[in-house]
Each structure stands twice: as structure tokens, then as C-alpha cells.
């Protein structure tokens, strides 16, 4: 239910972005140019919700990574079914964020896929039904709310890719404000994305002894074998695609305006 409903709010605020967006369009009037406000008004408020839940997500995952990084190894790796335990709220917070995350992917593949390929390539695609599946068995066991607060850190480079998406689009894609804009989001995606990412698969690769023990009290003993393969190696695919992303990205931060333009999650 919960999820339903953060699906149905992410809609509503796509709608009220696109009022929003139109509103000032109209008021451009003549000063505007045809192309980018047919554009602004058609594609522009799903960059507006992608910044919005870039901006949440991406901050969360930062204090849930804090909060977690001390914890116990096992409680990285599965939420404790005691509730007294120290750890205990940490965990559950991600795991509700967790709820917050997918109900994003939800809707705006939805979007992704009715508005193909304006907002997004096969890539993009890939990339939200592997983590959509990845969040459903993780929120259905419980596990891995340490990987999972690590990997949402990296909806942070998302902020300065939607903000270049709306300075192209206004017709500020020659000012130092797109430059600046295309050089943090390289920067945050290269610390966040393939940095922080790579240091989390690593972590979890030093402790895979404790992945995959099935003996009785081991963290993810309840996770059929199968599940627990697939989240992983969609953790490992999304990396590869990181990596992939990167190339590109280097690219647009010493380029100008007519670098690629899709989001990249």
C-alpha cells in the first residue's frame, strides 16, 4: 500500500510540475524559443520529479550510510528480527526508504516507457527493472540495507544532471552555469557511482563467507540461494553500466550543450 501510494504521489507531482511548467511557458510567450518550450512542457516535468526524488533519495542515503557503517557486519547485511537491537532503527529506516525508492522506479519507468526514448534508451530500462526486482526481494527479506544505503548515495549526481537538463533547455546552454553544472555532475557521479559503489561491492565480496552461509543464525540464511545470485549480480550489472555511463560523462563535462541528454536513473 505504501508504495502504491508514493507511486500516486510521484504522478500527482509530475502533473502539478507540468501545470507549472506550462504556466511559464505561456507567460515566455514570444521570447520563447518553439523547440525548447514544446520540449519543457513535455519532458521537463519528469526532470523536475527526478530532481525532487534525486535530492530525497540521495540525501537518506547519505545519513543511512552513516548511520550504518559502524553497525555490526551482519546487521549491514540483514535487518535484525529484534527490535531491541541498537542497530535496529537504523536499519528499518533505510528499509522504508527502500519503499520510498521503489515506488520512484515504478512510476518513472512508466514514463520512461510511454515516452520511449525521449526520457531514456534501453539502458535506462535495464536499469529500472533490474532494481526494481533488486528492491523487491531485498524489502521482501529484509536484507542488505547497508548496500542498499551505499547505492542510493548516488542519486546525488542526478541533481546537477537534471539541473543541466532544464539550463539546455531554457536556452542557457553556452553560460559557465551548464559548464559548472556538467563538471559536479562528473564529479559526483565518478565519487558516488563508481568510488563509493565499487568500495561497497568490495565490502561485500570481503565479507562473502557471511552472503552466502546457510548454517543456521547466518545473516541471509532465509534468502533462497537463487534470489540472493540474482541481487547480486544486478548490483555487479549496474556497476558495468556505471562504468559505461562514465565514458560518456567525461565526454559531456568537456563538451558543450549537445552532449547526451537522457537521465541516467
Known sequence: MECILGVLGWEALFRCSRLVLQRDVVRAGADADGMLAMRIVSEGPSYAVA????????????????????????????????????????????????????????????????????LGGMDTIAHHLGFIGASLVCGSYRILPFPFAWLTTGELSSIALNIRWFLINSGRGDTAALQLAQVAFALLFFVTRVVLYGAGLAHLAWHRHLLF?????????????????????????????????????????????RAPKKRTS
Open 213 to 257: 552461509a546457510r548454517v543456521e543464525g547466518a545473516p541471509l540464511a532465509a534468502v533462497p540461494l537463487p534470489l540472493l545470485v540474482v541481487v547480486l549480480l544486478l548490483l555487479c550489472g549496474g556497476y558495468a553500466l556505471n562504468m559505461l555511463w562514465m565514458s560518456k560523462i567525461v565526454k559531456m563535462a568537456r563538451g558543450g550543450r
Open 51 to 118: 530532481f525532487v526524488h534525486a535530492c530525497l533519495v540521495g540525501v537518506l542515503g547519505l545519513f543511512h550510510s552513516a548511520a550504518l557503517i559502524r553497525a555490526d557486519t551482519a546487521t549491514q547485511l540483514a535487518i535484525a528480527a529484534d527490535i531491541s537491537s541498537p542497530w535496529y532503527p537504523a536499519a528499518a529506516a533505510a528499509e522504508r526508504t527502500n519503499v520510498f525508492f521503489l515506488s520512484w522506479l515504478l512510476y518513472d519507468l512508466a514514463h520512461v516507457v510511454t515516452c520511449y526514448p525521449r
